[in-house]
């Protein structure tokens, strides 16, 4: 019976060290999720009035944040079935059962916009990671060779223009905020979320190519590629000029 005992309690004692390894690896999906689920469900789902049903989902959401990273090594699917589907699906039910005490709800509206950028890093949290200690010259396809060289090095000015790219891409997000009027605010940011993404985009190509030798194409060619933006953009002003006419 001793030896019995002794050898479950060995199990147990290594089933426990085994479950804090997990969690200590998969601390970049855990720490965000759990930051997450304090701020933006256990905090509506505490407060008065809450039904019984949706506190559950939301203790069953922690459940399952905390059970995916045990499963990750040995069956993958149930872990990502427990970390994406299970969580993300329960915080979601949980919101749907609080209904109005959701909108009602007094937490500040800062918190809840880092408890929504700590969904975006667990999110991030899933995609697949390199094991801790392996480099991808010990897989047993790679191809030996010599390291690739670079065919150009970046010009000392890029970091430079590329913050400057992304001061001008922050202007629109910031001028969004003086809409006042609910009807357009949503329009606005939505508008000034686009014209962010196309600056970064755009700007980025433009940051790589400073220093470069390129051959710019004839004029032709480039107007004929510039016609259907130049277009569109007219038509756009034209709108916008009519708009203020009826107004």
Known sequence: MNDAGAALGGVGRGAMRGSARALRE???????????WVTTVASPASQHGASGLARFCAVSALAALIAAPLFIATRPSLARAFGIFGFVGLSLATWVLLGPLLTQSRTDPLLAALGGLGFLLYALGWGSLRRRGVVPEDAPNVIVGPPLQPRTRPAA?????????VVCAL???????R???PERALFAHAGAVLCAILTISVGSRVALSVGQRRTLPAATERLNAAAVPLALL????????LWLVVR
């Open 26 to 36: 998969r601390a970049n999906t855990v720490l965000p999720g759990l930051y997450a």
């Open 157 to 165: 000015a890029v970091p430079v223009v590329f913050g400057v790219i």
């Open 171 to 177: 202007v629109p997000l910031l001028l969004a905020f």
């Open 179 to 181: 809409v006042v009027e």
């Open 234 to 241: 007219a038509l756009a002003f034209g709108l916008g000029f």
